[in-house]
């Protein structure tokens, strides 16, 4: 067995996706991982694989335009999963839809068990994102910039930003995910990019606008007396809206700046 | 009649008023809408909708639901806002509602705007103010976002349709399931007055169609659709009078949604019942599980309940409570059943039937399969067969089944479940599993 051991992001599972299978050594006798500290499994050939986004393009298209629009969705959904078994099970998805005569029908197949998983995180994954649409909170600064700070358990940025960027297409905005220490950066009227948050200056970050303490008053007195007190019940909230979200929403927390 | 509405209020002051005011309004989705930025404006609409904070009473934030105005000229026995209340009045001015809706949206608080109102002077004045709010917000702030906008019964309908190019969703209140209900507590409003503008809404949105399919840029009217709302526990309806009206604004009004709002005893006043154990959300809820069934599996009224038993099950959801009445249907089986039968078995919702039905084209589909298609099988597997086989052995008889779906633990939204686990053995109905109409 020999186990491929590639970087923790779509383009370094690709990558992997792209040696594995180049390696000819047949798909039973190969396996994708991506997290490093797990324990090494005995009788194995561990190969590390370098990332190569010209080799993750390739299988990204080959994907697109073998296995159709929704198996390309669902790869790139599920590779901002954390789920140690997903390089894996993206793999054999892949093997199985290009042997398949047509190869959209590979979403479909769920009886299969790396399909199935895929089909999962892939769920998980929206989620998660769908969730942060509603989420974020931004704050203006002085310049006028919306600011917000977000600590998603998935790696949902790249897919939460387009959003964004139709959304407030005449804004300057910035989305900071503070836990993989990425931005995305979106200036007025163009593109959104993903940029490494230790390169960007970030010194202005601390100024807020004039009436920013107002709105987050106003918010915060608004989300009190919308609730019905007779029916009450803190255990469907923290169903719906659990407390890892609740650090970066301005209406639960108690001091000012984030 | 005199306003008593003062002047110079501060803005935090009227939010508190007028969103305290509107929290008994139920709808608060922003679904039924997609659109995309203009390129000029600021905003956009997602079909789906988002939810953008859930506040204490577990009910989500998606709009910001406020009342025009918390002045009323209508005496409605079970409202807050009735005039012979002395509550704090207050009202916004269009320039106010905007700015509060700009700055909210542009932080991502919001999905847009629910703007309500009680009758300040008459209802078409109050239905011209909402417009020119309305207005002002679309044109002159260039807001792309979503808006919810109540039509106002017994106003211009030039008034309501104008109000309908500007709006996403209309909703008219039913207020109380039927008509009596409506003349003890609602004396001032009548059934065909509400019933009115919901009509002229419903046309005008076919003829909008017509025009779409001719000229794919006409101006949508209401594209979201309309909803209703109905307080449920004031008057004294049974659970079957009130599915029946649902299913017939479904049918006959084409509307989106029909909304439940369990009663809140707010007013004190001979003619609202006392309601000890608090509001009756468990009904509520019951009657939303039977919204869904009407609504995208396929199920028609006179099914899930009767005139001999007009009361949802206390213990079983109308589902369950359907298919133990119906074994004879039953067991089905997974890999021949057609799609509409899937959707009938208890445990298998309509995400997990498509994906039944797009998986057996390319094999046969077994338990553990069904395990991770994410079908709920300790429900479903007293009523499925896969490959002619059940999960377990099992007998297909009603008590037996009724035992064991009683163990399974069903998980109810308001903590009703997992508060009492054991209880003294009781020969008597003190648990109240029969539900008294109107309670």
Known sequence: ????????????????????????????????????????????????????????????????????????????????????????????????????????????????????????????????AHRYMGFVRFEELENGVLYSVIEPAYAVLPLLAPHFADRFQQENWVIHDKRRGVMAVHPKDSLWVLADAEELNTDYLGHRSEREKEFQELWKSFCKSIAIEERRNPRCQQGLLPLRFRGCMTEFRKDQSI | MQVRVPENLSLMEKLNILSDAAKYDVACTSSGTERSNTGKGVGNCVDAGICHSFSADGRCISLLKILFTNECIYN???????ASNDVPRAAFTPQEVCDLTMGFYRRNYIEGLFL??????????????????????????????????????????????????????????????????????????????????????????????????????????????????????????????????AESLYQKFALKRVFYSAFVRVNEDSMLPALPGGPPLLREHRLYQADWLLRYYGFRASELLTEDKPNFNVLLDPKCDWALRHLEQFPVEINRADYMTLLRVPGIGVRSAQRIVKAR???????????????????????????????????IEEDYITRNLLNVKERLPFGMDGQVTYRQLSLFDDQNFSMPPGA
Not at chain 1, 22 to 42: I, M
Not at chain 2, 76 to 82: A, D, E, F, K, M
Request: glycine residues 6%; positive net charge.
């Open chain 2, 116 to 245: 309500s109102s009680g009758i300040l002077k008459s209802p078409s004045y109050t239905m011209e103010l909402l417009y020119q709010t309305l207005y002002k917000l679309r044109h002159e702030y260039g807001f792309g976002g979503y808006i919810h906008v109540k039509a106002i019964p017994g106003a211009d309908p030039r008034l309501i349709e104008a109000t309908g190019y500007l709006a996403d969703r209309m909703s008219v209140n039913l207020e109380l399931p039927t008509a009596e209900g409506l003349r003890k507590l609602a004396p001032s409003k009548s059934r065909t007055w509400i019933l009115t503008p919901m009509r002229q809404v419903q046309n005008r949105m076919e003829e909008n169609r017509n025009e779409l399919a001719l000229y794919r840029s006409a101006p949508r009217f209401v594209p979201a659709g309309q909803s209703t709302q109905m307080i449920i526990g004031a008057t004294p309806e049974n659970d079957y009078q009130i599915v029946s009206v």
């Open chain 1, 1 to 128: 067995m020999t186990i491929f051991w590639c970087e923790d992001s779509l383009d370094g599972i690709l990558t992997g996706i792209y040696d594995a299978w180049d390696s000819r050594l047949g798909h039973n006798q190969v396996k994708l991982k991506t997290d490093a500290q797990d324990t090494l499994e005995l009788f194995c050939d561990y190969r590390q694989v370098k990332t190569d986004a010209v080799k993750a393009e390739k299988v990204l298209r080959t994907i697109r335009d073998r296995l159709g629009e929704e198996a390309f969705e669902a790869v790139c959904y599920a590779a901002a999963c954390t789920d140690g078994g997903r390089a894996d099970a993206i793999y054999r998805m892949v093997v199985l839809g290009l042997h398949m005569k047509d190869g959209r029908q590979v979403v479909n197949c769920l009886q299969n068990r790396d399909v199935s998983l895929v089909m999962r995180l892939r769920i998980k994954a929206w989620h998660e």
């Open chain 2, 76 to 82: 409605c026995r079970y409202c807050l806002n009735r």
């Open chain 2, 361 to 395: 084209r390319l094999g046969n589909v077994d338990f553990p399969d069904l395990k991770r298609m994410g079908v709920v099988l300790k429900r479903a597997l007293y009523f499925i067969t896969c490959r002619g086989r059940t999960m377990y052995p099992i007998r």
